[in-house]
């Protein structure tokens, strides 16, 4: 089965609005018509995302936010809800990033929340999952990964469109790139654990990205792997010309 890959950037908390708007448009001037194989997009901070999305309107990237919260509205002092996403122009959210569990506090069950207001807001789903070191070299990086894989879709009654990011904790913004098996061997646990819950069709046709120190020098022998589909970019995507060679690595 040939899935399309996805490629997107994460830009975390870089660049200001006018920044963002410029990256956007140097990414789309570098990449030109050449990702039509795959599907690209960028994730800017809240307050780039309706200015950024102009820029890329006329491309033919996607818009992603970061993170979201898991009501509409509310008393949720500087939170921003699913729906105000869809409104700025976003077709994509990033959940359960590792800096969000690490330094926010959020859990499976927070994941999973906003996982489903997301879904049900009709807003498409990047949820990432991935082991710490530590973890890693204690042997249960398959339990972890399993566990979020679960707890970040408990209760969804069908996956859709929704795309899974494995980004090793260890691997992101450290320069380690797990290994292109190393990794493999954890997209296809996912694939099977996804199996296991929505059937093989479903696990067939998940997307699932492979985030965590890519660069132009090892992207195309992780997308060459059967069961890695793209990659969720971080420091590479803050530079043009580095996106653009990952996008084609991709495509
Ligand atoms: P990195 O980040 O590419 O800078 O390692 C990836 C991510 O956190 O999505």
Known sequence: MKRRNIVAGNWKMNL?????????????????EGFSGCE?????TFVALSETGKVIESGSLFLAAQ?????????????ISARMLL?????????????RRQFFGETDVIV??????????????????GETLEEREGGITGDVVTRQVKGGLDGIAG???LVIAYEPVWAIGTG?????????????????????????EAADCLRIQYGGSVKPSNAAELFAMPDIDG???????LNAADFAAIVRAAC
């Open 16 to 32: 200001t609005v006018a920044e963002s708007k410029e990256l956007a448009s140097a990414v789309l001037a570098e990449i030109g």
């Open 40 to 44: 690209v997009g960028v994730a800017p």
């Open 67 to 79: 993170n979201c919260h898991f009501e509409n509205d509310g008393a949720y002092t500087g939170e």
């Open 87 to 99: 409104a700025a122009g976003c077709s994509y959210v990033i959940i359960g990033h590792s800096e």
């Open 112 to 129: 999973n929340r906003k996982v489903r207001k997301a879904l049900q807001e009709g807003l498409n789903v990047i949820l990432c999952v």
């Open 159 to 161: 996956i859709g469109e």
């Open 176 to 200: 380690k790139t797990a290994t292109s098996e190393q990794a493999q061997e954890v997209h296809a646990l996912i694939r099977r654990t996804v199996a296991e819950l929505y059937g093989t």
């Open 231 to 237: 990659g969720l970019i971080g420091g590479a995507s």
